[in-house]
């Protein structure tokens, strides 16, 4: 299951924002360091197609796409070297897919601030720097090992070429991610987990009625061609605890029209470059999440491995050409049913039906 975690300096509110997106309740203290670890939990992701599928089918039970969010202790100055647990957060980045870079924009004098005030930019740029000089020591790492290996063979000459540019990126002051080298390179530093090639968001963490540097951080993400979100963690953090129904009328109060959680929880999910796709078996509608680019068989994989090995077909209607006609049948009826092989994409959307034969067994 792919993840995106979420990262930042300590006291910015990275576990508030956790506990608003999973409805959970780990612990929040105002000073550093409260979490040590980190915290995972998988979280569904918000459909308004999957409810109406549901409601189509007349099926019982709706299942939700889901994926892992990990809330990530808090990084400082000299994390690189180890400074605070530096080596073991840093680990933990490592291990995840994309990533929700959280920002502090609230004021809160009761807060302290590891870097003594309120300058989001400012954060972002400790916390980037920290990570590309991680990045540049795993990287120095694998050059001196293929280095190495290259005195008997000058098999490895095209990775040393590689990693050798990508370092330069990085020695320029720009991440991985904005780089805009070549597949042919970036193939090689897939096995290192480099945490500046991992796609991200930009979170500013905000007050219920109030913002500090906002506007700043704005102008900087314009500049950086950044996506920004912006969410009131605490007040999200504690609608959790209302009932949907008082929670619905207290974001009424405010004017608020759409969750900001639920945006995010949707962004999160497309930086991670995934899609969904439906089955309707039996009561069950099951909204599935795969890699953007996946064929039918490897569609049918998601589901079980069996419908991968025996994969004769997929017959596949779009979400809203279902919704058009009103059910299976009647979309049949009118030609809009898709008989999909085995290289047809699967787009998102696309309600599936598919067709294959068990594969024998050993």
């Given at each position: ?5 979420i ?6 509110g ?11 309740s780990?612990?929040?203290?105002n000073?550093?360091?409260t ?8 979280i ?10 549901q409601k189509?089918?007349g099926q019982e ?7 892992e969010i990990?809330d990530i202790?808090g990084?400082?100055r000299g994390a690189h070297r ?5 080596n ?18 609230f ?9 003594g005030?309120?300058?989001?930019v400012?954060?972002?740029?400790v916390?980037d720097?920290e990570?590309?000089l991680?990045?540049l020591?795993?990287?120095d790492?694998?050059?001196?090992r293929?280095r ?9 000459a ?8 990508v370092?330069?990126v990085?020695?320029?002051g720009?991440s ?5 080298l070549?597949?042919?390179v ?6 290192l ?5 991992k ?8 007050g ?5 540097g906002?506007e ?8 950086q061609?950044e996506t920004?979100?912006?969410i009131?963690a605490?007040?999200?953090a ?10 619905q009328?207290f974001a ?22 995934l ?19 996946c ?10 491995k ?6 004769i077909?997929a017959?596949?209607v779009?979400?809203d ?9 009647a ?10 092989g085995?290289?047809?994409?699967i787009?998102d959307?696309d ?10 067994r050993?």
């Open positions: 299951m792919l993840s995106c975690g990262v930042g300096l300590p006291n910015v990275k576990t508030t924002l956790f506990n608003a997106l999973t409805r959970a780990a612990e929040v203290s000073y550093p360091f979490t040590i670890g980190k915290n995972d939990a998988v569904p992701v918000p459909d308004p197609r999957l409810s109406q599928l189509l089918a039970e709706a299942r939700p796409a889901t994926f990990v202790a990084l400082v180890g400074e605070g647990l530096g073991e957060f840093l680990g933990h980045i490592r291990n995840v897919d994309a990533v929700l870079h959280v920002v502090r924009c004021p809160a004098p009761h807060v302290p601030h590891v870097e005030s309120i300058d989001p400012r954060d972002i740029e916390v720097t990570m590309a991680a990045d020591a795993s990287l790492r694998r050059i001196d293929v190495s290996l290259m005195k008997s063979s000058r098999a490895h095209e990775e040393l070429h590689a990693l050798e540019q370092r330069a990085l020695e320029r720009m991985i991610r904005k780089s805009g070549p597949d042919s970036l193939q090689y530093i897939k096995p987990s480099l945490l500046t090639a796609p991200r968001i930009i979170v500013a963490n905000v219920e009625d109030a913002a500090e906002l700043q951080l704005k102008a900087w993400v314009d500049s061609s920004l979100y912006t009131p605490k007040l999200e504690d609608l959790t605890e209302l009932s949907p129904e008082e929670a009328a009424e109060e405010l004017g608020v029209d759409a969750s900001p959680v639920e945006t995010l929880i949707r962004a999160a999910y497309e930086l991670l470059g899609i969904t796709f439906y089955t309707i078996v039996g009561a069950r509608v099951t909204a599935w999440p795969i890699p953007r680019g064929t039918a068989p490897q569609a049918a994989g998601r589901v079980h069996d419908m991968e090995e025996g994969f077909r017959e596949v779009p979400y050409v279902l919704v058009q006609y009103g059910s299976w049948n979309a049949k009826e009118a030609g809009k049913v898709r008989i999909e085995h290289d047809s994409i787009q959307g309600v599936v039906l598919f067709r294959f034969t068990q594969p024998a050993r």
